[in-house]
């Protein structure tokens, strides 16, 4: 089992999940041409793709996953929520094969298991996902407000995390963004801190946890080494050992054995 960022901030995220001969893409927040772009940094096309599920309806990670997803006959997985949202995102005259999931029920998609869970965050019906080759847990959270016990529940003993880093909380408060546009980031339904991101990691069963991924940095609230030295301090390592997913880059293939 393997997986792979092709892009992870404000400006568009995509992960991709591999399981044998199974390739599943979560979220589509670039366009077409970026997203080819991306993937084949990965030697990958759109026809290696089984799937792709969306967490949820926001631009940054819906909107270039439904014109993908008809143009190369991928199957889409979303909450009824989302699909009630994101009508603007799709093509004028699809045939798209699209299938609502209970975000509470685990479903597969070929050699992947897939659990979805709910998450606080200004979106109809958010969620973030847990995949799995039944042996080995990648948990994935990003675009949530606050941490739950549910969230904890979740996300606890897996083997690999890529866990939202947003903001740093001094950053915020003394940066660019309006007061309206801070409240909501550092809200209930906007993105973790990096503080909140270590609280939650603190409270979770890391004994099995081979890879952690520091994502959905702000490029101007945050840094790497701020989001490394959180997530380190937990963990007691070197914060070199944490990953970052980048927004131009996102991060390469990393391997749960």
Known sequence: MRFSS??????????????????????????????????????LAPSD????????????????????????????????GTLKMVARYMPSQHNLQLNVIDSHQMF??????????P?????????QCVFSDGNHRLGVLTDV????????????GCHALVL??????????SGPYSWALKQRVGGDLG?????????????LDNSQLQHLVAAHLSAKNNTAPLARAALAKVLGCEPEWIGVADQLLGFDWRTIS
């Not at 993105?191 to 409270?203: G, P, T, V």
């Open 6 to 43: 092709l892009g992870s901030g404000s400006a568009g995220n995509s992960l991709v999940v591999e399981v044998k001969n199974t390739r599943v893409m979560l979220d589509c927040g670039f366009s077409i041409k970026e997203t080819l772009t991306r993937l084949s940094r990965l030697q």
């Open 49 to 80: 793709l089984a799937g792709i599920v969306i967490t949820h309806e926001h631009d940054d990670h819906a909107g270039g996953a439904f014109k993908l997803a008809a143009k190369y006959n991928i199957p889409v997985w979303l909450t009824y």
């Open 108 to 117: 597969l998609i070929d050699d992947i298991q897939v659990q979805p869970y």
């Open 119 to 127: 998450v606080p965050h200004d979106a109809r019906e958010p969620i």
């Open 145 to 156: 407000g606050r941490s739950t016990p549910h969230i904890e529940e979740r996300l606890s």
């Open 164 to 173: 939202e880093c947003n903001h740093d909380e001094a950053m915020l408060q």
């Open 191 to 203: 993105h973790l801190d990096n503080e909140d991101s270590a609280d939650l990691l603190s409270k």
